[in-house]
């Protein structure tokens, strides 16, 4: 059972375009919704993150939109760079229950911005 | 140094044998973690411990066995190699469970 499904799977941008990936949970327990983005060679590093009381958090061109009635949240990136280019994984846990304490992750997605 | 520490970096093995990957972390985190990565299936969760005396499965544990020798020290064991275990694998650690600092990861291929 997927807990967190993310779309997505690729995505292909312009230099200076705004992608935009989405992610979609069940379990309203959850609390936490980082973003990871993950280079090739290289572990996943956190990005941004977000809690259920807030419906958006901009970090520089990172912006997590979050839509708690949906269960929904997503990342969008603002004027787009070829060095963003990069695999983006969003996740979720909980502060108890079965997911205390271990992130779940949705499926990535590949973004690639083109010159 | 990094912070969380994977070796090997690359392994090729054949079915059927036995294999150790390696994880240890500076962070002084007593949360650490083993995931694997495939493509279009994200990173899945094989086992976690919260210290050294607590082992808790993950969602894909069968065919993996874990080892906490030490705060820092976290191993994976596959026992006996088959071919659809050739994946990426992470370790991770954390503080609280939120943020979790992952390792370089090993890439396995099992033949």
């Known amino acids: 059972q997927q807990q967190v499904k993310q779309s997505p799977q690729s995505l292909i941008v312009q230099k200076g375009g705004i992608p935009i990936i989405n992610c979609a949970y069940e379990n309203t327990a959850f609390d936490y919704f980082p973003w990871y983005q993950q280079f090739p060679g290289k572990g996943p590093a956190l990005l941004i993150a977000?809690?259920?009381?807030?419906s958006e958090k901009k970090e520089g061109r990172f912006t997590i939109s979050f839509n708690k009635s949906a269960k929904q949240f997503s990342l969008h990136i603002m004027d787009s760079q070829p060095g963003d280019s990069a695999t983006y994984f969003c996740a979720a846990t909980a502060a108890g229950g079965t997911s205390y304490g271990k992130l779940t992750f949705g499926q990535g997605t590949i973004l690639t911005v083109h010159p | 140094d990094a912070d969380v520490t994977q070796t090997p970096r690359n392994r090729i093995t054949k079915t059927g044998k036995r294999i150790m990957l390696e994880c240890s972390q500076t962070k002084g985190h007593d949360r650490m973690y083993w995931y694997r990565q495939d493509p279009g299936l994200g990173l899945r969760l094989i086992y976690y411990?919260?210290?050294?005396?607590?082992?808790n499965k993950g969602e894909i544990s069968d065919g993996y066995s874990v080892s906490r020798q030490a705060q820092a020290k976290f191993s994976l064991s596959l026992e006996s190699a088959i071919p659809n275990q050739t994946a990426l694998y992470f370790c991770?650690?954390?503080?609280?469970?939120?943020?979790?600092?992952f390792g370089s990861g090993t890439r396995l291929t099992v033949v």
């Open positions: 411990s919260f210290d050294v005396k607590d082992i």
């Open positions: 991770a650690t954390s503080r609280s469970g939120y943020g979790y600092t």
């Open positions: 977000i809690r259920p009381d807030v």
